[in-house]
């Protein structure tokens, strides 16, 4: 299997943090280091200034785009103005023969500037909203999406959820057992499904529960393979029925159903990649009432059932 190539592409001004991302989940923090190439370019090799001063020393220029399977703009620090035609050429290149092309964050706006994300489904932080929608109104915005794909071009939310970009594009390429170690090394949950709704500016309510609902997530996900009622889970919480839910859904962006089955759905991904077991014991594991009910949530939300999901991570002779 040929190693994907990676190349991140420093710009003057460039996020020390959002730089960084790519650099750790593609490179430091995987424990199969040979499972990504990284490289790094820069539209002019040489030394790059960051946002806080540091350089960044760079050897490729551009012509590494031509050769990248996967190709980050983890950055851009001055979103009114338009890229070189050089970088917007490159990329639009590069995504034409085959290539994925990643915004973390501001770096959405990069792809947009390349006209690569017209008429499609983008996130970029919430706090540029406003601007995004006026300067690309073809371009369709979800300010709720932690990340978004959109026929290899991906997107990501602000700061942190680059992590999850990154991580979601290991998960694609090689499975959630190695997606899980990273993050497991990066000390970060493996796989958040909420949105970033749940971080814009709003007043906190002054009887929030937040401890209540991560010890309540805690429990859950020690106890997934068990039955769930909202009674139930109210009586654990010591809440009723609708204070659980509202406040849930504060904490998490998420129904307490959704947020049950996305977890579920985590853990049968994992048991499917690394066991033998069956799809029945895999349903019963992870918590669904019935292998109908589990083929029926895992192909509505990956497109592919779990036959074929393990077959694709564990080969053609993996046991079904």
Same mark, same amino acid.
């Given at each position: 299997?040929?190693?994907p ?9 460039? &996020?020390?943090?959002? %730089? &960084?991302?790519?650099?750790?989940? %593609? ?26 001063? =540091? ?20 950055f ?23 290539a ?15 006209? =690569?994300?017209?008429?499609?489904r ?10 995004f929608t006026?300067? %690309? ?14 026929? @290899? ?44 709704a ?5 007043p906190?309510?002054?009887?929030? @529960? ?11 996900? @020690?106890? =997934?393979? @068990? ?24 904490a ?37 009432? &019935? ?13 592919? &059932? ?15």
């Amino acid at each position: 299997m040929t190693v994907p190539v990676v190349a991140v592409i420093a710009t003057a001004g460039v &996020s020390t943090f959002h %730089f &960084s991302v790519p650099c750790i989940v %593609f490179g430091k923090a995987l424990p199969e280091p040979d499972r990504f190439d990284l490289q790094i370019c820069a539209e002019t090799p040489g030394n790059v200034l960051s946002d806080i001063g =540091l350089f960044i020393n760079v050897k490729h220029g551009l012509a590494l785009l031509e050769k990248a399977d996967i190709i980050v703009v983890p950055f851009w620090d001055r979103p009114e103005e338009k890229p070189s035609p050089a970088l917007l050429s490159a990329l639009k290149a590069a995504w034409r023969r085959g290539a994925e092309v990643v915004g973390l964050c501001l770096g959405t706006y990069v792809l947009a500037y390349a006209g =690569l994300l017209e008429n499609r489904r983008a996130a970029t932080h919430w706090e540029y909203e406003k601007d995004f929608t006026e300067r %690309f109104p073809q371009v369709h915005l979800d300010t709720n999406a932690l990340y978004i794909t959109d026929e @290899r071009l991906t997107t990501s939310a602000g700061t942190a959820a680059g992590i999850d970009c990154c991580l979601s594009i290991v998960r694609d390429r090689y499975g959630s057992v190695l997606a899980n170690k990273v993050a497991r090394r990066m000390v970060m949950p493996p796989y958040r499904e909420g949105g970033q709704a749940q971080y814009i500016e709003r007043p906190v309510p002054e009887t929030t @529960r937040d401890n209540a609902i991560n010890e309540l997530i805690g429990y859950l996900r @020690r106890n =997934l393979e @068990r039955p769930h009622t909202i009674d139930s889970l109210a009586a654990f919480c010591n809440m009723s029925r609708r204070t659980l839910t509202r406040h849930f859904f504060a904490a998490t962006g998420l129904t307490l159903s959704d947020w049950l089955i996305g977890e579920r759905l985590q853990r049968s991904q994992v048991l499917l990649e690394s066991t033998d077991h069956s799809i029945e014991v895999v349903a019963a594991m992870s918590g669904f009432q &019935s292998p109908v009910s589990f083929r029926q949530n895992f192909k509505h939300r990956f497109a592919v &059932s779990p036959s074929e999901w393990r077959r694709a991570f564990r080969g053609p002779d993996a046991l079904l």
